[in-house]
């Protein structure tokens, strides 16, 4: 399926981009300026992290290049909402794609293990660190690595990846290049100043703060793997289309139909619902369920990867 740019609903696009930055420009630095009122401080680091999933759906748009047709307005919003959600761009963008291209493997494989090679306690106590806030966390923490040395960083990923893994290869190239360390370091500066500010500012309440960052982790990480629990780790295309009623499944833009989106990753959110309904595809199980469901935890790699529990069969 062709993409044309003009497809790119530019103008929703950044309306609700500028709503969302509004909104944690006010959690971050504007509320507690104006008010040492604990309640209303709750109240907006609660309404800040509900607004997580369709916050990341909209920097996920900037990494695929779709949030705008223009490049450079792309990068540069991807690159304010990522620092406003807690990491940086270039880091998103990186990990994300390549979890496209290496989906169900490697690192990228958070659910399974082949008990001759891996220990059940191991691989299960990283999981569930993994969905309960670790993943948000990482994304917090790694920027720091961006001030080191490009030596050191390049002797890091070889040691922690392998020097001819994909994943290092990648980021050679994408990453450790003058220009990417320069950009990732800009980001981090933005990204370190405004955490430290923010607590300044919140004073004797900064855990709220911390309530709030820790609820986003939450949100984001539970929902990092969802889609793909126990999917087959031979189909790296493979993901679930979880079914949410139109008004959630549209806060969420679309990001639900996992599977229609990687099949057709280049394809706006506005787009993802009537492709599903023109290529006859389905849904497989209700996103809530999903989401219960992998709280079962991990299971051996040459086990039936479908789910035992029945597919919701909404109707489209």
């Given at each position: 399926?062709?993409l044309?740019?003009s497809k790119?609903?530019?103008r ?6 500028i ?14 300026y104006l008010t040492t009122?604990?309640i209303?401080?709750?109240l907006?680091?609660l309404?800040?992290?509900?607004l997580s ?8 748009e900037a990494?695929?290049h779709?949030?705008?047709?223009n ?8 690159r ?5 959600f ?20 490697g690192p ?9 090679h891996?220990?059940?306690w191991?691989?299960?106590?990283q999981y569930?660190?993994?969905i ?10 790694a920027p ?7 030596k ?6 070889i040691k922690?990846?392998?020097?001819q893994?994909?994943?290092?290869l990648?980021?050679k190239?994408?990453?450790?290049t003058p220009k ?5 370091r800009?980001?981090a500066i933005f990204?370190?100043?405004?955490l ?6 919140y ?6 703060l ?5 609820l986003?982790?939450?949100?984001i990480?539970?929902a ?7 999917t ?8 679930y289309?979880t079914?949410?009623?139109p008004?959630l499944?549209?806060?969420w ?14 394809l706006p959110w ?19 369920k999903?989401?219960?469901?992998q709280?079962?935890?991990v299971?051996?790699?040459n086990e ?5 529990t029945?597919?919701?069969?909404a109707?489209?």
């Open positions: 399926m062709a044309k740019t790119i609903r530019a929703t696009n950044l309306s609700i981009g709503v969302l930055v509004l909104i944690n420009l006010c959690f971050f630095l504007v509320l507690p009122q604990p209303w401080l709750v907006l680091a309404v800040n992290a509900l999933t369709p916050y990341w759906s909209l920097i996920h990494i695929h779709i949030y705008h047709p490049k450079k307005i792309n990068n540069f919003c991807g304010a909402m990522t620092i406003l807690g990491s940086i761009f270039a880091f998103a963008q990186y990990g994300h794609l390549m979890h496209h291209r290496m989906n169900r493997q990228d494989l958070v659910d399974a293990y082949d008990p001759k891996e220990s059940f191991k691989k299960s106590l569930y660190l993994h309960f806030g670790g993943l948000y966390l990482f994304e917090v923490i720091l690595l961006t001030f080191f040395p490009r050191w960083l390049d002797k890091l990923l922690s990846l392998g020097a893994s994909p994943y290092y990648v980021a190239r994408k990453l450790l990417g360390l320069r950009e990732m800009i980001d990204l370190y100043l405004l430290v500010t923010s607590f300044i500012l004073g004797q309440h900064a855990w709220i911390i309530f709030g960052l820790l986003r982790g939450f949100f990480s539970f990092d793997n969802l889609p793909h629990y126990r087959p780790t031979d189909q790296p295309r493979y993901a289309n079914y949410l009623p008004a499944r549209l806060f833009l679309n990001f639900n139909l996992h599977r229609v989106h990687h099949a057709y990753p280049n506005h787009m993802l619902h009537q492709t599903l309904i023109d290529t006859q595809d389905k849904y497989d199980i209700a996103y809530f999903q989401a219960i469901y709280l079962k935890g299971w051996v790699i039936d990867s479908a789910p035992t029945a597919a919701s069969n109707k489209l």
